[in-house]
C-alpha cells in the first residue's frame, strides 16, 4: 500500500525557492492511516504466527496507537487490553473521544498511575499484568520497535530518492527509524518530536542504520498534546490554503516547524523537500473537546 506525495504552493516557499512535498499517509484508512498502519502490520502477522488471541498495549488518553490498536485489533479477530496513563481517567474515559473509540471498538481498559506506567518496560510488570489477563502479546508504548521500524522502512517508494530532506514528527521513534534506514545516504532526514528534549536520541540509535538524521526540538509547543492558539490558527489557516488538514499533537507541529525553518532561509533555495502525514486525524475530534472548555477557537473538520 502506497500513498500519495501531493505538492504544498504557499508564498513562502515559492519566495525562498523551496519545493515542499507531503506524503498523505492519512489517506491510507480513516483510523488506522499513516504510522500506525505501518507499525501494526508486522506485529500482527508475528501475533498471529505465535498463536496469541491478545494484544496488550499502553498510551495516553489521546493516543492514536490505542485507537488504532484496539480496531485493527477487532478486525482481525483479537481481543485488546489498553493500560492507560492517569488514573484519574478511570472516571470520566466516556468523556474522552479517543478512548470512546477504543471501546466501542472492544477495547478493555487498565487505567494506572503514572508511576506504575513507567514500569511499562519491566519484565516485573508485565509478568504482574499477565497474572491479571493471561497471556498476551506486548505491543510498546506507540507501537515502536523492531517489527514496526520495518513496517515504517515501507514509507519511503522509490520516487522519493528525489528528495533532499525528509521530514517526519517523531513520538516514540519508530517511524522516523524506519525512515531513515530506508533512505539514501545522500538524504538529510529531520525528526521534530513531539515531546519536550532530545531523549529519543539513544532509542533511534537502537535500531537506525545510519547517521544521516538529526531531531530539530524547537517545535515541539510545551510538549505532548499541548498547543498554542497560534497552533490552531496555523492548523486551520493551512487546512484552508493547501486543503490539507493536520493533526494537532504531531504533523502540525512539524509543518509548522518546516515552514518556520523554510522562512529563516536555514534550506537552500531549490532545496526539495518530503514531509511524512503519519495521519492521527481522529485526535482532533479530542482537541476540540478540550479547546471548547476553554473557550478557544475550534480546528475546523
Known amino acids: 500500500m502506497q500513498s500519495e506525495n501531493q505538492r504544498v504552493n504557499l508564498p513562502v516557499l515559492k519566495a525562498k525557492q523551496v519545493s515542499l512535498y507531503i506524503k498523505r499517509e492519512d489517506l491510507i484508512h480513516p483510523l488506522i492511516s499513516g504510522n500506525k498502519y505501518r507499525k501494526l502490520k508486522y506485529n500482527l502477522i508475528e501475533a498471529n504466527k505465535k498463536n496469541f488471541d491478545t494484544l496488550l498495549t499502553f498510551g495516553g488518553a489521546f493516543s492514536n ?34 478512548l470512546l473509540l477504543a471501546y466501542e471498538h472492544g477495547m478493555q481498559f487498565k487505567f494506572v498511575t503514572r508511576g506504575d506506567y513507567r514500569e511499562k518496560e519491566n519484565p516485573s510488570y508485565i509478568k504482574q499484568l499477565k497474572k491479571e489477563f493471561g497471556s498476551f502479546y506486548v505491543l510498546p508504548e506507540g507501537g515502536s520497535n523492531t517489527l514496526a521500524v520495518r513496517g515504517c522502512e515501507e514509507i519511503l517508494a522509490p520516487d522519493d530518492i528525489d528528495f ?14 524506519g525512515i531513515i534506514n530506508a533512505s539514501q545516504d545522500y538524504q538529510h532526514i529531520l525528526g521534530f518530536p513531539a515531546l519536550k528534549g532530545d531523549f529519543l536520541k539513544e532509542d533511534i540509535r537502537k535500531f537506525a542504520v545510519k547517521e544521516n538524521w538529526k531531531l530539530q526540538t524547537d517545535y515541539h509547543f510545551g510538549g505532548y498534546a499541548k498547543f498554542t492558539q497560534d497552533l490552531i490558527h496555523f492548523i486551520n489557516d493551512f487546512k484552508s490554503s493547501t486543503q490539507i488538514p493536520l493533526d494537532p499533537i504531531y504533523t502540525a507541529k512539524m509543518i509548522y516547524g518546516i515552514l518556520d525553518m523554510v522562512q529563516n532561509d536555514v534550506f537552500k533555495p531549490h532545496t526539495k523537500i518530503l514531509a511524512i502525514h503519519t495521519g492521527g486525524l481522529q485526535s482532533i475530534t479530542g482537541m476540540n473537546t478540550v479547546l471548547k472548555k476553554k473557550n478557544l477557537p475550534l480546528i475546523n473538520v
Not at 485493527?72 to 479477530?77: A, P, Q
Open 65 to 98: 496507537h490505542i485507537s488504532a490498536t484496539a480496531y485493527v485489533g477487532k478486525k482481525n479477530g483479537f481481543k485488546t487490553i489498553g493500560v492507560i496513563r492517569g488514573e484519574e481517567l478511570s472516571k470520566k474515559w466516556q468523556e474522552n473521544p479517543t
Open 164 to 177: 533532499d530532506v525528509i521530514c517526519s514528527s517523531v513520538g516514540t521513534g519508530g517511524t522516523l527509524t
